[in-house]
């Protein structure tokens, strides 16, 4: 049975396959890229209003840094965030995460890496390789900034902690929510 082409796939909304429910696109990442170029994986992040960072002292085409969504921890909430690296730099995926996203911190975590199936030269790194590539968002510690806000409680101003690996490119907002998979 052939299906009429304006019902198989809208890429700004949900699935339509004929004689089923519709399937939302994910309320964290929907349609994120596996990598790509760095003008089109920024193009995302601007598209979706979200704050994202450069690797201080690289050239911006070698890391982007984006912030997804603000995720309550302990008695605060923080960022977390997608990292796409240079595939010159993926292999050192976890080098990057300790120096530039955990400001020098050494964070050891066994299954972050890079996902497979980017077209490059940008990859997506995931926390976790085991996980759906739009749930691999990762904990970062961010410079504070006027320009990198809560979308769904703008009078709360994250305070930023000191941390001069990473500097803005693009400000914007990002929700505070608890994804559905914790």
């Known amino acids: 049975m052939r299906l009429p082409p304006n019902k198989l796939v809208n890429p700004n909304g949900p699935v339509k396959v004929h004689g089923l429910k519709p399937v939302p696109p994910p309320l964290v990442g929907p349609f994120l890229p596996l990598g790509g170029d760095y003008a089109d994986v920024l193009a995302y992040f601007v598209e979706r209003g979200r704050p ?39 292999s050192q995926s976890w080098y990057y995460v300790s120096v530039y996203l955990n400001n020098g911190e050494q964070v050891d975590n066994p299954s972050t890496g890079a996902v497979t199936g ?30 990198c806000t809560v979308s769904n409680d703008p009078g709360y101003t994250f305070p930023g902690l000191a941390n001069s690996m990473l500097q803005q490119v693009t400000f914007g907002s990002a929700p505070a929510l608890e994804p559905s998979w914790w």
């Not at 201080?56 to 796409?84: C, H, R, S």
């Not at 976790?128 to 410079?143: F, H």
Request: charged share 5%; no cysteine.
């Open 52 to 90: 994202t960072y450069q690797f201080t002292g690289m050239p911006v085409t070698k890391a982007l840094v984006a912030i997804e969504l603000w995720a309550p921890v302990a008695i605060t909430i923080l960022p977390f965030v997608y990292l796409f690296l240079d595939a010159s730099l993926a």
């Open 118 to 147: 980017s077209p490059g030269p940008m990859t997506l790194i995931s926390n976790d390789l085991t996980l759906p590539p739009n749930e691999g968002i990762m904990l970062a510690s961010i410079p504070s900034s006027q320009g």
